[in-house]
């Protein structure tokens, strides 16, 4: 049985955040995903920019999310991310299509599967992954 | 092997250097001591539905798979009043292989998804092909100046002094880095 992908190491994993982006981290911190959709038009928008690029509203809600994704994309990668502070490791980079906010596209670990059970087309669930200073981050799994 | 299929001689080099570009107006340039190349067109932007962040992914499938370069580059030859087929040396951002088969595609120098073919065909070589590409060996063999040592090619193409010289080059492309918008490009000629 071949080895399954991890999710990169959370302690050297750190993130900034600013009025648009804040909502998604809090979120992901307290374990729920969501993505920023307009009040106005209900177009969803990921990474949340200030402006709604359907109709310019900055009127934005963040919807809880199913968790449930499906894998548009993906990269079988084996070195180290962090030369020097950790080993090499098998993680697989992916894009994570999310049906229940208009199909927009995270880019998350895909974790718990093999390079070759990983297909484009799969169906994925979330979980959080920890990183520094207490915040967290959405990775995906094969869904059960 | 670092990202499959990529392996290490398809992401460019990491290099510490400069390159310094003068513009001047056409006039005034008739009596600089360097012989000028002429701007024909530049172009610097894209399409609203490519590269709308970083890494947002969100473009439509028949364009997931491109440089996100054809609206400059339709825009850029427009302009030039010359096609694809008028230039004789191509300076394409190579941050990482793939990204050269997609410009080859976006430029028009063959169809949409056959930039591996193409290559492999030999058409991008300085010794006989259609159309040679980075003929100073590029940021995946020279150096990583971020697309500056593309100008400086172009430029020593286009004066006649390029150490791998392509016989009469007339208009050369440049291109600016595939990556989220704006992207760029632009065609001098001698």
Known sequence: ?144 | MIADPLCLYDFCLETDGAVAVITASVERAQDLKQKPVYVMSSEHGGHRDWGRAFAWYGMPDETFASSGHKSVADRMYAKAGVGPGDVDVALLYDHFTPMVLMQLEDYGFCGKGEGGPFVESGAIRFDGGAIPVNTHGGQLSECYIIGMTHIVEAVEQLRGTAINQVADAEIALVSGGPAHLPVSGMLLRR
């Not at chain 1, 919807?63 to 990668?77: A, N």
């Not at chain 1, 098998?90 to 297909?119: H, K």
């Not at chain 1, 979980?127 to 990775?139: N, V």
């Open chain 1, 1 to 144: 049985m071949s080895e399954k992908a991890r999710a990169l190491p959370g302690e050297f994993i750190r993130i900034g955040m600013d009025t648009w982006t804040e909502p998604y981290w809090q979120a992901a911190k307290e374990g729920r995903l969501t993505a920023a959709q307009c009040s106005d038009c209900d177009h969803f928008r990921m990474p949340p920019s200030p402006f709604c690029p359907e109709c310019l509203s900055q009127n934005l809600s963040w919807p809880e999310l199913s968790g449930r994704g499906v894998l548009f994309s993906y990269c079988v990668c084996t070195r180290s991310p962090f030369p020097g502070k950790a080993a090499d490791m098998l993680y697989i980079p992916g894009i994570v299509e999310l049906p229940d906010a208009g199909n927009v596209r995270l880019v998350a670990n895909i974790v718990d599967v093999t390079p070759e059970e990983v297909e484009i087309g799969m169906a994925l669930t979330v979980r959080f992954h920890a990183i520094a200073d207490g915040w967290a981050i959405p990775i995906f799994a094969p869904a059960r």
